[in-house]
């Protein structure tokens, strides 16, 4: 009788150990940096984290995720990063910088079991990145002739410096790439070309590098994707079919928005531009929602600001770039069919003034005539908000400074039919900026 009990223990140890070994039932599998790790860090954290980039350490070794494992498992966890801050299923984009569920989970079993390294042979080798420019060498390289000098306090600060663009014969502008020279104290750039020659007037009579400006652009926006630059957005070339022409003898404008830092600083910024033959098939043309009534009392927790446009025609929208100051907190984009129910293209439920992203749809999205477009945005005034410049916190009005507030968005979109672009007009609050008409076909 003892002996099949004994020989019934015996097999189910065996079991026990056969499933220990293997992980499974029952028994968390061994989570290890080599073969689970490295490739969630290799896949969606070094673009960043790794020397010269924005990021403050690297995250390419066993070494420096060991060191920094509590962090990277709160960080995750409270979905800070990757720094992507549309809210899943609202919208799908292109370099979406996010980690999933069971990645997340990963990281979190790598913690509890003690961070082990694992075989060396399981560790994948290290991606490659094209240092310097992101979208490679650019055709034309156009940069300050001279440092810019900021003052350590004071007000922000607009500046509009205007250069001279050749742009060849049969040639055309697909993409452009901004790039700070000193990142504490760029709070943006606008990218513009300007037919009038008012640009290179002013300039002229400003004795300083460049001229004074405002939070208007100084001439027509480039379109799309490379009309502005804000921390943590990369630069995109336009989609298929866009391109820019150049008007030969036009001046290309850069604005930039500068902040003292708390000491003197200086700013040399270099645009990389990058070129094609293929001319413009397709017309593509920006739509602003803006709402400039902002007014918040010190202690508002939750402002709502509001702003709406209808579509006369057919369009294909490629992308979206919203934009609010530092009491940001929620920012929402719905689109309201003539026919069906709402649907959303784009919700951002914890704003970070600190990265501001261009989201362009994997697909674009198609909005028929009649759609309603509305965005809505709350700002947090209150001293609970981390990320109130103001403790205590005071009145906040609509400004360019970056303590005052904005609550606006930018709806890139080409229509399905070229010859309805004529009927492309919006009549409330904002209106069209930049715009690629397609070369007429002969």
Same mark, same amino acid.
């Given at each position: 009788?003892?002996?099949?009990?004994?020989?019934?223990?015996?097999?189910?140890?065996?079991?026990?150990?056969?499933?220990?070994?293997?992980?499974?039932?029952?028994?968390?599998?061994?989570?290890?940096?080599?073969?689970?790790?490295?490739?969630?860090?290799?896949?969606?954290?070094?673009?960043?984290?790794?020397?010269?980039?924005?990021?403050?350490?690297?995250?390419?070794?066993?070494?420096?995720?060991?060191?920094?494992?509590?962090?990277?498992?709160?960080?995750?966890?409270?979905?800070?990063?990757?720094?992507?801050?549309?809210?899943?299923?609202?919208?799908?984009?292109?370099?979406?910088?996010?980690? $999933?569920?069971?990645?997340?989970? +990963?990281?979190?079993?790598? !913690? /509890?079991?003690?961070? =082990?390294?694992? #075989?060396?042979?399981? *560790?994948?080798?290290?991606?490659?990145?094209?240092?310097?420019?992101?979208?490679?060498?650019?055709?034309?390289?156009?940069?300050?002739?001279?440092?810019?000098?900021?003052?350590?306090?004071?007000?922000?600060?607009?500046?509009?410096?205007?250069?001279?663009?050749?742009?060849?014969?049969?040639?055309?502008?697909?993409?452009?790439?901004?790039?700070?020279?000193?990142?504490?104290?760029?709070?943006?750039?606008?990218?513009?070309?300007?037919?009038?020659?008012?640009?290179?007037?002013?300039?002229?009579?400003?004795?300083?590098?460049?001229?004074?400006?405002? $939070?208007?652009?100084?001439?027509? +926006?480039?379109?799309?994707? !490379? /009309?502005?630059?804000? =921390?943590?957005? #990369?630069?995109?070339? *336009?989609?298929?079919?866009?391109?820019?022409?150049?008007?030969?003898?036009?001046?290309?404008?850069?604005?930039?928005?500068?902040?003292?830092?708390?000491?003197?600083?200086?700013?040399?910024?270099?645009?990389?531009?990058?070129?094609?033959?293929?001319?413009?098939?397709?017309?593509?043309?920006?739509?602003?929602?803006?709402?400039?009534?902002?007014?918040?009392?010190?202690?508002?927790?939750?402002?709502?600001?509001?702003?709406?446009?209808?579509?006369?025609?057919?369009?294909?929208?490629?992308?979206?770039?919203?934009?609010?100051?530092?009491?940001?907190?929620?920012?929402?984009?719905?689109?309201?069919?003539?026919?069906?129910?709402?649907?959303?293209?784009?919700?951002?439920?914890?704003?970070?003034?600190?990265?501001?992203?261009?989201?362009?749809?994997?697909?674009?999205?198609?909005?028929?005539?009649?759609?309603?477009?509305?965005?809505?945005?709350?700002?947090?005034?209150?001293?609970?908000?981390?990320?109130?410049?103001?403790?205590?916190?005071?009145?906040?009005?609509?400004?360019?400074?970056?303590?005052?507030?904005?609550?606006?968005?930018?709806?890139?979109?080409?229509?399905?039919?070229?010859?309805?672009?004529?009927?492309?007009?919006?009549?409330?609050?904002?209106?069209?900026?930049?715009?690629?008409?397609?070369?007429?076909?002969?």
């Amino acid at each position: 009788m003892i002996r099949p009990i004994l020989a019934r223990f015996a097999a189910a140890f065996a079991l026990l150990l056969s499933c220990a070994a293997q992980g499974e039932p029952g028994t968390p599998a061994a989570v290890t940096f080599n073969k689970d790790i490295a490739p969630v860090l290799f896949r969606q954290c070094v673009e960043c984290h790794r020397p010269g980039q924005v990021a403050p350490f690297p995250l390419l070794t066993y070494a420096d995720a060991k060191k920094r494992a509590k962090m990277i498992q709160s960080v995750t966890s409270e979905h800070i990063m990757p720094p992507w801050k549309s809210v899943e299923g609202h919208g799908s984009f292109v370099g979406e910088r996010r980690l $999933s569920a069971a990645e997340i989970d +990963l990281i979190g079993r790598w !913690m /509890a079991q003690g961070k =082990p390294e694992g #075989d060396a042979g399981d *560790l994948p080798a290290p991606p490659q990145f094209t240092e310097g420019w992101k979208l490679g060498p650019p055709d034309i390289v156009v940069k300050m002739p001279e440092p810019y000098e900021i003052p350590a306090e004071g007000r922000d600060i607009y500046r509009n410096f205007v250069f001279t663009l050749a742009i060849p014969e049969g040639k055309y502008i697909k993409a452009a790439e901004f790039r700070p020279s000193n990142r504490r104290v760029v709070h943006h750039a606008e990218l513009c070309i300007d037919v009038t020659g008012r640009a290179r007037k002013q300039d002229d009579a400003d004795p300083a590098p460049g001229f004074a400006g405002t $939070s208007t652009p100084p001439g027509q +926006l480039f379109p799309g994707s !490379m /009309a502005t630059w804000t =921390p943590g957005r #990369d630069p995109l070339p *336009l989609p298929e079919g866009v391109s820019m022409p150049w008007k030969q003898g036009a001046d290309f404008v850069m604005q930039l928005h500068l902040h003292p830092s708390g000491k003197p600083e200086t700013e040399q910024s270099t645009i990389g531009i990058y070129l094609t033959d293929e001319p413009p098939r397709r017309s593509m043309v920006d739509l602003l929602l803006i709402d400039m009534k902002i007014n918040i009392p010190p202690g508002e927790s939750a402002y709502h600001t509001r702003a709406q446009l209808t579509l006369p025609i057919d369009v294909e929208t490629v992308g979206l770039f919203p934009h609010m100051h530092m009491i940001g907190r929620e920012f929402k984009v719905t689109a309201y069919p003539p026919q069906g129910d709402p649907f959303p293209l784009l919700w951002i439920n914890d704003w970070d003034f600190n990265w501001q992203v261009y989201y362009q749809y994997a697909v674009p999205m198609k909005l028929t005539a009649g759609t309603r477009v509305v965005m809505e945005a709350v700002h947090d005034n209150s001293a609970d908000n981390i990320h109130n410049p103001n403790q205590p916190p005071k009145r906040v009005t609509w400004g360019e400074q970056t303590t005052d507030e904005m609550s606006l968005a930018f709806l890139q979109v080409m229509p399905m039919r070229e010859e309805d672009f004529a009927k492309l007009r919006v009549n409330e609050q904002g209106g069209k900026l930049g715009v690629i008409r397609a070369v007429e076909r002969k």
